[in-house]
């Protein structure tokens, strides 16, 4: 198939799928036990009171006329005004969603970095003793999710030795006016590096913590990839030719390893952008995965649904930019 | 079949048939990962008779106390106690009940479903295995950890929210398992040979297929076991499992994380025992593994 096929393909099936969890949650939501407008304006609230304020967050009407309703302002990006926040939902997505980005922007580029490093030296390595240890440590960053790294971290440099801010984005105490919500990319922008320096030290825990499981399972698929390729005959022929160890992997070998890691690191970036819900509750980051457990724990209706289809719609762009780019590496894809 | 002849059968270098058990036995890894999820299920089992206090009594007097050995321990509280002046060895111990429950219980429902799909869709084929498969395509493109909150959300929060959030979410795993493995096996000699005797299809599928697809699925158990752990704790954690009343590991690692810059033991402790029971799962289920897929031993 070729690129523009592949992304065509990708992009109506991802349509349905989207579509198909907006109606699942929106139905699921209604028929369960619970009224928001209750929980948020207590039992002294008259009959009155509670059918306006229905009307207003568009719970009146039948079930199915409301999600045609919902569906219809959801296209054009309006998702409503959130239960507990009084805001719409839209904005507070847009002032969750860059940190958000920026974290998972960080830690996807980390695990990469660290797990081509594995990948590599455990190569250069070989069957000496130095891979087996290599091996070894990289089981155990496989076997642990990103929420106990979280928490050994929380213990570890946030208590036991204090390198780290433990909570939340920037150090309240600076002050500083942002244009955007992208605090490390406008401080780095606009030059102010101590500001970038700080917003850096409060992403780093929650950062390694999700780059870990993600860079191990990186590791050991382009070691795989690397040992099969090692031993091909351009490798050979490459070697003959006294080409130096160390250049046969990353010029030679890298290059045909890549596009089965690719199209992993993809399904894995995913699995990344899960975690973050978890780990950002873990440091207080404010970013939407923080945001979500809390409209989760409020039944705040409109907001879950308008992070559910951002989230779907985060993933959907991952998988069409991992596709794009395992044709980009693969000559053979690309005239296909 | 020629691939099933390269395959040696079950023996060691010396020829002989070993036994699974005994070859189980034989991996340190599997003994120490083993033993110790066995010792942590007889302490769930029988924690009321063993705790040393109630994990629910308070002693305000002696609230934070620190763990056996720091100054300012108080004899009485082995790993110390938390703010409200619970002992965190018994709650600890009763908090293994939940994890061990939902483990076994999550992980054992999560492959029934997906065992019974895998076959279905890997047997029949057709349009039985076009839906079967999209809607696992649908399911696996969703996060694992959103989804369960969602879910945990809808369904209201307590045990059987979490078990049933977990079976809902990871029962892809073993459906896409066990629909490649009856499709290998669907190919295999002894296949045709039922077939020509003149078996029942549902019949080859239940009596030839699935008992050569269990040790796959053993071994897969097991993992998810480590995986049902992790969710149990995640829920608890944010606040979506059990009632805060039940000790739990996510529960008290979420209070802990609360008062950690004065009294870090309250969440290292259960931290330590999700740790090493997530880690125990996982050796084991590599393990049988390896002792199980005679494809996989050298």
Same mark, same amino acid.
């Given at each position: 198939?070729?690129?523009?096929?592949?992304?065509?393909?990708?992009?109506?099936?991802?349509?349905?799928?989207?579509?198909?969890?907006?109606?699942?949650?929106?139905?699921?939501?209604?028929?369960?036990?619970?009224?928001?407008?209750?929980?948020?304006?207590?039992?002294? #609230?008259?009959?009155?009171?509670?059918?306006?304020?229905?009307?207003?967050?568009?719970?009146?009407?039948?079930?199915?006329?409301?999600?045609?309703?919902?569906?219809?302002? #959801?296209?054009?990006?309006?998702?409503?005004?959130?239960?507990?926040? =009084?805001?719409?939902?839209? !904005?507070?997505?847009?002032?969750?969603?860059?940190?958000?980005?920026?974290?998972?922007?960080?830690?996807?580029?980390? #695990?990469?970095?660290?797990?081509?490093?594995?990948?590599?030296?455990?190569?250069?390595?070989?069957?000496?003793?130095?891979?087996?240890?290599?091996?070894?440590?990289?089981?155990?960053?496989?076997?642990?999710?990103?929420?106990?790294?979280?928490?050994?971290?929380?213990?570890?440099?946030?208590?036991?030795?204090? $390198? /780290?801010?433990?909570?939340?984005?920037?150090?309240?105490?600076? &002050?500083?006016?942002?244009?955007?919500?992208?605090?490390?990319?406008?401080?780095? @922008?606009?030059?102010?590096?101590?500001?970038?320096?700080?917003?850096?030290? =409060?992403?780093?825990?929650?950062?390694?913590?999700?780059?870990?499981?993600?860079?191990?399972?990186?590791?050991?698929?382009?070691?795989?990839?690397?040992?099969?390729?090692?031993?091909?005959?351009?490798?050979?022929?490459?070697?003959?030719?006294?080409? !130096?160890?160390?250049?046969?992997?990353?010029?030679?070998?890298?290059?045909?390893?890549?596009?089965?890691?690719?199209?992993?690191?993809?399904?894995?970036?995913? /699995?990344?952008?899960?975690?973050?819900?978890? @780990?950002?509750?873990?440091?207080?980051?404010?970013?939407?995965?923080?945001?979500?457990?809390?409209?989760?724990?409020?039944?705040?209706?409109?907001?879950?649904?308008?992070?559910?289809?951002?989230?779907? $719609?985060?993933?959907?762009?991952?998988?069409?930019?991992?596709?794009?780019?395992?044709?980009?590496?693969?000559?053979?894809?690309? =005239?296909? | 079949?020629?691939?099933?002849?390269?395959?040696?059968?079950?023996?060691?270098?010396?020829?002989?048939?070993?036994?699974?058990?005994?070859?189980?036995?034989?991996?340190?890894?599997?003994?120490?990962?083993?033993?110790?999820?066995?010792?942590?299920?007889?302490?769930?089992? /029988?924690?009321?008779?063993?705790?040393?206090?109630?994990?629910?009594?308070?002693?305000?007097?002696?609230?934070?106390?620190?763990?056996?050995?720091?100054?300012?321990?108080?004899?009485?509280?082995?790993?110390?106690?938390?703010?409200?002046?619970? &002992?965190?060895?018994?709650?600890?111990?009763? *908090?293994?009940?939940?994890?061990?429950?939902?483990?076994?219980?999550?992980?054992?429902? #999560?492959?029934?479903?997906?065992?019974?799909?895998?076959?279905?869709?890997?047997?029949?084929?057709?349009?039985?295995?076009?839906?079967?498969?999209?809607?696992?395509?649908?399911?696996?493109?969703?996060?694992?950890?959103?989804?369960?909150?969602?879910? @945990?959300?809808?369904?209201?929060? *307590?045990?059987?929210?979490?078990?049933?959030?977990?079976?809902?979410?990871?029962?892809?795993?073993?459906?896409?398992?066990?629909?490649?493995?009856?499709?290998?096996?669907?190919?295999?000699?002894?296949?045709?040979?039922?077939?020509?005797?003149?078996?029942?299809?549902?019949?080859?599928?239940?009596?030839?297929? $699935?008992?050569?697809?269990?040790?796959?699925?053993?071994?897969?158990?097991?993992?998810?076991?480590?995986?049902?752990?992790?969710?149990?704790?995640?829920?608890?954690?944010?606040?979506?499992?059990?009632?805060?009343?039940?000790?739990?590991?996510?529960?008290?690692?979420?209070?802990?994380?609360?008062?950690? =810059?004065?009294?870090?033991?309250?969440?290292?402790?259960?931290?330590?025992?999700?740790?090493?029971?997530?880690?125990?799962?996982?050796?084991?289920?590599?393990?049988?593994?390896?002792?199980?897929?005679?494809? $996989?031993?050298?």
């Amino acid at each position: 198939m070729t690129a523009v096929g592949v992304v065509l393909n990708r992009t109506v099936t991802a349509a349905i799928t989207l579509f198909g969890v907006a109606a699942v949650v929106f139905f699921l939501l209604r028929i369960v036990p619970g009224d928001p407008i209750a929980m948020m304006i207590g039992p002294a #609230a008259s009959p009155s009171d509670i059918a306006a304020l229905r009307v207003h967050y568009g719970l009146d009407g039948p079930l199915s006329l409301q999600f045609l309703i919902w569906l219809k302002s #959801a296209l054009v990006g309006d998702f409503g005004i959130s239960i507990t926040r =009084h805001q719409s939902v839209l !904005s507070i997505l847009g002032d969750h969603l860059p940190a958000t980005i920026e974290l998972a922007f960080c830690a996807l580029a980390l #695990a990469i970095l660290l797990g081509g490093a594995v990948a590599v030296l455990g190569t250069l390595a070989g069957r000496r003793h130095g891979s087996v240890v290599i091996d070894a440590v990289n089981g155990v960053f496989l076997a642990l999710p990103d929420f106990i790294w979280a928490l050994i971290f929380v213990l570890a440099f946030g208590v036991a030795i204090p $390198l /780290f801010p433990l909570t939340g984005r920037i150090d309240p105490s600076l &002050d500083i006016p942002f244009r955007t919500n992208f605090l490390l990319i406008e401080s780095l @922008v606009t030059g102010r590096f101590t500001v970038a320096g700080n917003v850096l030290a =409060h992403m780093v825990m929650p950062t390694v913590a999700l780059a870990l499981p993600l860079a191990a399972v990186i590791g050991r698929v382009l070691r795989q990839a690397l040992n099969e390729a090692m031993v091909q005959d351009y490798i050979l022929l490459a070697r003959i030719k006294g080409m !130096s160890e160390p250049r046969l992997i990353l010029s030679e070998a890298l290059r045909n390893a890549i596009g089965p890691t690719l199209a992993l690191t993809g399904v894995q970036a995913t /699995f990344l952008i899960g975690g973050t819900v978890v @780990v950002e509750r873990i440091f207080a980051y404010p970013g939407i995965g923080n945001l979500a457990i809390e409209a989760v724990i409020n039944r705040d209706f409109p907001l879950i649904q308008g992070l559910v289809l951002m989230f779907g $719609l985060i993933f959907i762009l991952i998988n069409i930019g991992v596709d794009l780019a395992v044709v980009a590496v693969n000559p053979k894809l690309r =005239h296909g | 079949m020629a691939e099933a002849a390269l395959v040696k059968p079950l023996d060691d270098p010396r020829g002989e048939r070993v036994p699974v058990i005994r070859r189980l036995l034989r991996d340190r890894k599997v003994v120490v990962a083993g033993g110790f999820i066995l010792f942590l299920a007889i302490l769930a089992i /029988f924690a009321p008779l063993i705790v040393p206090i109630d994990p629910l009594a308070q002693d305000l007097s002696n609230a934070e106390a620190p763990p056996y050995g720091f100054t300012g321990a108080v004899p009485d509280f082995l790993l110390g106690t938390d703010d409200l002046g619970r &002992d965190v060895l018994s709650r600890v111990i009763f *908090g293994a009940r939940i994890a061990l429950t939902v483990a076994f219980v999550a992980a054992t429902l #999560a492959a029934a479903l997906g065992t019974t799909l895998g076959l279905a869709a890997g047997w029949y084929g057709r349009w039985i295995d076009t839906i079967i498969s999209r809607l696992v395509d649908i399911w696996m493109a969703f996060p694992a950890v959103l989804l369960s909150i969602l879910l @945990v959300a809808i369904l209201g929060s *307590g045990l059987h929210s979490v078990i049933a959030a977990i079976v809902v979410i990871d029962w892809t795993r073993f459906c896409r398992v066990v629909r490649a493995e009856t499709m290998a096996q669907a190919r295999m000699d002894y296949v045709t040979a039922a077939r020509a005797i003149g078996f029942r299809r549902g019949a080859i599928l239940l009596k030839e297929i $699935l008992p050569n697809i269990v040790p796959v699925l053993i071994a897969l158990l097991t993992l998810e076991m480590g995986i049902a752990v992790i969710v149990e704790a995640i829920l608890s954690f944010v606040g979506l499992s059990v009632s805060s009343d039940t000790p739990t590991w996510g529960g008290m690692i979420a209070q802990g994380r609360q008062i950690v =810059h004065e009294s870090w033991w309250v969440m290292s402790v259960p931290l330590l025992m999700l740790c090493a029971t997530v880690i125990a799962f996982n050796q084991l289920g590599d393990g049988l593994n390896r002792a199980l897929d005679p494809m $996989l031993r050298r």
